[in-house]
């Protein structure tokens, strides 16, 4: 089911980029099909994890997304992490108050608790 809600979310949010000729293939063959911009898409279910990429990473250098592709996502994933951490809080699972290093001791003195941080 999990798998399910985010394919459904990839493919909604790639549908606003492609044009409604597209309409009719997946995505990310509409994204092969072309030199555009595209995505690298992650998915994880019972058969376990899937990655798919296609488009472009750099138009003019003509260098295309891989599975290997690194983005520079800033601050456009934040409202994703606070959910996701939002949820896990719910569940009992993790403190808002907790310091980020008991969940992520490599990063120690570099965070701070999940309440501050979504609050930034």
């Known amino acids: 089911m999990n798998a399910m809600r985010i394919q459904l979310f990839v493919v909604t949010c790639l549908a606003s980029v492609l044009s409604a000729g597209c309409a009719h293939r997946s995505p990310l063959a509409a994204l092969r099909e072309g030199r555009q911009p595209g995505c690298a898409v992650a998915t994880l279910g019972t058969a376990g994890a899937s990655f798919d990429a296609a488009g472009y990473a750099d138009l ?3 260098v295309p997304i891989t599975r290997d592709t ?4 800033a601050s456009a ?3 994703f992490t606070a959910l996701a951490v939002l949820r896990l ?9 907790d310091p980020a290093e008991r969940w992520l001791p490599d990063l120690a003195g ?3 608790g999940a309440r501050r941080c979504a609050s930034c």
């Open 77 to 79: 994933s934040k409202q």
């Open 110 to 112: 570099a965070l701070q």
């Open 60 to 62: 003019e250098a003509g």
């Open 89 to 97: 809080v719910d569940q009992g699972r993790v403190g808002l108050d």
């Open 70 to 73: 690194r983005f520079l996502i």
